[in-house]
């Protein structure tokens, strides 16, 4: 079976009038730094859709520009051109329809499992029992009932990720954005982390947008797959992850669909790598185009 790839150009024509609930359309995105000669440019002419009900996985060299484009799609930044609509609607600033979920741990220190949970709903004059329902529901769901009164230095790196994916949760946010969450943990963690976060979003299938450099959790977690350039970024590449769910991890390692995949996203990743490099070296254009005729 080939792999479904669709090239960015295929985005740029669309109409946000067939949008449907939660998706997001980003469509000639550009975004410079610095003015004169110092201006560095991190993304330019970028396109692509998060679809409604999706978990969309964006993979690409790292410093690619990738968390540029969460805080344009979370409306901290604006682009210098280029629109990013959700529903059919501009994104012109934060909006609790939009949650980020970023790399670094953001629960405070000073409160305990849940009420880190509930910060959200408090700091909205929403603490009601409908909230406390729900936080309770949240913490059993993602198994830290036992450890709602502890503080988060009492909790392990996988135990504060699930605290804080129940933070975002109680928000109900229409899109969970999330900048490579798992990160910092260790692999047998790591691991753990995607088959529980898979679970989760197996269960209501909310639009997420989750951006990784992970090849590995790109393909197990993804419905789609966004391939970035190196920097300046644009979309390179989409490839439909037609894996089964739900999924294990065994079963994704020993399944040869998903290695095919693999093949195909190393390959596009080592191009863009490569070029980061190509540019002032001879050699490592040589190396570069031998490597994608060998892989061709």
């Not at 909230?131 to 503080?151: M, P, Q, T």
């Not at 753990?192 to 951006?211: K, Q």
């Not at 450099?213 to 789609?224: G, N, P, S």
């Not at 540019?279 to 190396?287: I, P, T, V």
Request: aromatic share 8%; proline share 4%; glycine share 8%.
């Amino acid at each position: 079976m080939s792999t479904q790839v669709k090239e960015q150009s295929a985005f740029s024509g669309r109409d946000v009038r067939e949008q449907s609930a939660s998706e997001i359309v980003a469509t000639g995105i550009c975004k410079t730094y610095g003015a004169g000669p110092f201006a560095k440019d991190v993304v330019r002419d970028c396109s692509f859709t998060i679809e409604s009900n999706k978990l969309t996985v964006m993979i690409g060299p790292s410093g690619c520009g990738k968390s540029t484009l969460i805080q344009l799609i979370a409306g901290f930044e604006t682009p210098d051109q280029g629109t990013i609509t959700m529903d059919g609607r501009p994104i012109t600033g934060p909006g609790m329809d939009r949650l980020v979920l970023f790399q670094e741990s953001a629960l405070f220190p000073w409160m305990t499992t849940y009420d880190n949970i509930m910060y959200g709903p408090r700091a909205r004059g929403e603490d009601t029992k409908e909230s406390a329902e729900l936080a309770e529901f949240l913490l059993n769901k993602v198994g830290l009932e036992a450890f709602r009164d502890k503080y988060p230095q009492q909790l392990s790196g996988g135990m504060q990720r699930r605290a804080e994916l129940a933070r975002a949760m109680i928000n109900k946010p229409e899109v969970m954005i999330l900048d490579e969450p798992f990160r910092g943990l260790d692999n047998m963690s790591k691991e753990l982390m995607w088959e529980y976060y898979a679970g989760l979003y197996e269960e209501d299938r909310n639009t997420n947008f989750f951006v990784t450099t992970d090849i590995d959790e790109a393909i197990f977690l993804a419905d789609r797959l966004l391939i970035m350039t190196n920097l300046p970024t644009s979309t390179r590449a989409v490839i439909e992850i037609d894996i089964p769910r739900p999924r294990r991890i065994e079963d994704v390692v020993n399944s040869s669909r998903a290695n095919e995949i693999k093949k195909e996203v190393m390959t596009l990743l080592h191009e863009e790598a490569m070029k980061s490099f190509s540019g002032g070296s001879k050699a490592a254009a040589d190396f570069l185009d031998a490597y994608s005729k060998r892989a061709g």
